[in-house]
């Protein structure tokens, strides 16, 4: 069975999950680890924000992060910004990845949101479908502006 135990990172999560972030973007930059301890320390803070992650016969196979955001529309509820979504590849369609986004909207429900949404950069189909499958849709049409180039897929 392709069972995972998802669960937010802790520090000493943090090796592993710089080396999963590799099945994200090969070609990104690292984090150096001294570092990624401090930005962890750092995201912490944000209250009801959180890296999850999730293990697979105790190893690190999927993560996201969740951030909720406070705001003054909507009555004064905040909403979840969902990123750095990646499963290993070796793990991929097991449904691992849709285990971990079905997570991250339970949290940001937990935490009174009234909506979490994420943007993507692929055209990949399957990616696309992953998105689709775990209940969000494309109802919105996103900008950005850069500092550093936008990922080759």
């Known amino acids: 069975m392709n069972t995972i135990l998802i669960r937010p990172a802790k520090p000493t999560d943090l090796s592993a999950l710089t080396a ?5 973007d090969a070609a990104a ?5 001294e570092k990624a301890a401090s930005v962890f320390a750092r995201f912490a803070l944000y209250q009801g924000s959180a890296i ?6 105790n190893a690190p196979v999927t993560s996201c992060t969740v951030v909720v955001v ?5 009555g004064g509820t ?4 969902i990123e750095n ?7 991929r369609n097991r449904g691992f990845g849709k285990a971990i986004l079905h997570a991250a909207v339970e949290l940001a429900w937990a935490e009174g949101c009234y909506k979490a949404m994420l943007m993507t ?12 499958a775990a209940g969000f849709e494309q109802s919105k049409t ?3 502006v850069r500092r550093v180039p936008v990922r080759s897929e």
């Open 52 to 57: 999850l992650l999730g293990l697979f016969e």
């Open 121 to 132: 950069g692929s055209k990949e189909a399957s990616t696309l479908a992953l998105y689709e």
């Open 29 to 33: 930059e690292r984090c150096p680890p």
């Open 85 to 91: 979504v990646v499963t290993h590849a070796d793990y």
């Open 142 to 144: 996103g900008f950005q």
């Open 70 to 74: 406070p705001n003054l529309t909507h």
């Open 20 to 24: 999963l972030y590799w099945h994200l």
């Open 78 to 81: 905040p909403y979840a910004l």
